[in-house]
């Protein structure tokens, strides 16, 4: 099924059921506006549970993924763009923020347990 001009008319029951359907192979605007996005608050929470960590103790650590994969899951998931991400994820900057997300990606090519991590995130922002 494909979507064309990006609106679909009925209840919610309905229009979910058609997003599930829908089949859209680039960013758009009516793609965007089917999808369910993630606040930023529970986008943290995610992570959170998947570090079994609180925000605080890791999103300033060296070397930690956890704010990397809060910006990835903000991008993804939250529908924010990378400027909107840094700066609700941790003040970053949008530099930063892609910086960030693009060394995230590459790291998960090789590293199965970030790859896996990534996928849980995915899974239950859903």
């Known amino acids: 099924m494909k979507l064309k001009w990006g609106t ?9 059921g058609l997003r599930k359907k829908v089949c859209t192979n680039r ?3 009516g793609r965007r506006k089917l999808r369910q996005y993630r606040t930023r608050e529970e986008i943290v929470r995610i992570v959170e549970q998947l570090k079994d960590e609180k925000w605080a103790a890791f999103c300033n650590r060296h070397g930690d993924r956890g704010r990397d994969l809060a910006l990835w ?9 990378l400027r909107e991400a840094g700066v609700q994820v941790n003040a970053m900057d949008y530099t ?10 590459k790291q998960s090519a090789q ?11 995915q899974a239950k922002c859903e």
């Open 111 to 121: 590293d199965a347990e970030l790859r896996s991590a990534m996928c849980r995130v």
């Open 27 to 29: 960013e758009t605007s």
């Open 96 to 105: 930063a923020a892609c910086m960030a997300v693009r060394q995230l990606e």
């Open 8 to 16: 679909v008319l009925g209840s919610e029951a309905f229009t979910e």
């Open 73 to 81: 899951a903000a991008r993804r998931r939250g529908g924010m763009t």
